[in-house]
């Protein structure tokens, strides 16, 4: 069975639960705390499987290896099991699906990752309330655009790209996920919170959500 290197408060690995359940597959958690004991990501252990020292990792059995990267463990999951997928079948909407998520994983969640706000703290003494700030100053720009890419599908369907979920939504659930826990104000965005809302209802985003 699929073994998911997980924390529950992760957004990344929020990403892969919710494809793993979408997609209807078994798989079984292995906690890595990132508080716990200096951060159980950084032990020799989890570093032998992951040398970057982040979450998730995803273990295959059947092919004995393990994946790294939300976004490339998403892309093995959908390329060994199609069916249902995440990404459009047009061509433009698929690279627009990639295109939104990208916004999220390589542009907004990474400037916000605990080892750089721990950085600003411990190198640069930066206080909690500028950390606050930095964190909702790279969410809005990565939301600014967002809303505003996905006006036009708005009336298509409850999703970012119209009526079906896609890759898109994979990433953009736990990002506002994230900015709610720290109380980013969504205002300003009401087509995502639109999607949101209606998103978490949905039992495969239900039973992946942090708990
Ligand atoms: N680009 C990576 C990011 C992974 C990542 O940053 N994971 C976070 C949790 S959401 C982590 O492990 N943080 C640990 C740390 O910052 O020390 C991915 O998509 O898998």
Redesign the pocket.
């Known amino acids: 069975m699929l073994e998911l290197y997980d924390?529950f408060?992760?957004?990344?690995?929020y990403?892969v639960r919710i494809v793993l359940n979408y997609k209807n597959l078994k798989y079984t958690k292995k906690e890595?705390h990132?508080v716990n004991n200096g951060?159980e990501?950084?032990s020799a252990e989890y570093k032998k499987l992951n040398p970057?020292?982040?979450?998730?990792s995803l273990l295959d059995p059947s092919n004995n290896i393990c994946l790294?990267?939300?976004?490339?463990?998403i892309e093995y999951l959908e390329e060994s099991y199609p069916k249902p997928s995440i990404l459009p079948t047009d061509l433009f909407l698929r690279s627009q699906a990639r295109a939104l998520a990208y916004i999220i994983?390589?542009d907004t969640?990474?400037l916000n990752?605990?080892?750089?706000l721990?950085y600003l703290k411990d190198n640069f003494n930066v206080s909690e309330t500028d950390r606050h700030k930095w964190y909702h100053h790279w969410l809005m720009l990565g939301f600014d655009s967002i809303e505003q890419q996905i006006q036009k599908y708005k009336d298509l369907g409850h999703f970012c790209l119209g009526k079906d979920f896609s890759l898109a939504d994979v990433c953009l659930i736990p990002q506002v996920f994230n900015a709610l826990r720290f109380e980013l104000s969504m205002d300003k965005y009401p087509r995502i919170m639109q999607i949101y809302k209606h998103s978490v209802e949905l039992p495969f985003v239900a039973d992946a959500k942090p708990s």
């Not at 970057?52 to 998730?56: A, E, F, S, T």
């Not at 790294?68 to 463990?73: F, H, R, W, Y």
């Not at 990752?113 to 750089?116: P, Q, S, T």
Request: proline share 6%.
């Open positions: 924390y408060r992760s957004s990344a690995c990403r890595v990132l951060g990501q950084h970057q020292g982040l979450i998730p790294t990267q939300s976004l490339a463990i994983s390589s969640h990474p990752n605990l080892r750089v721990n």
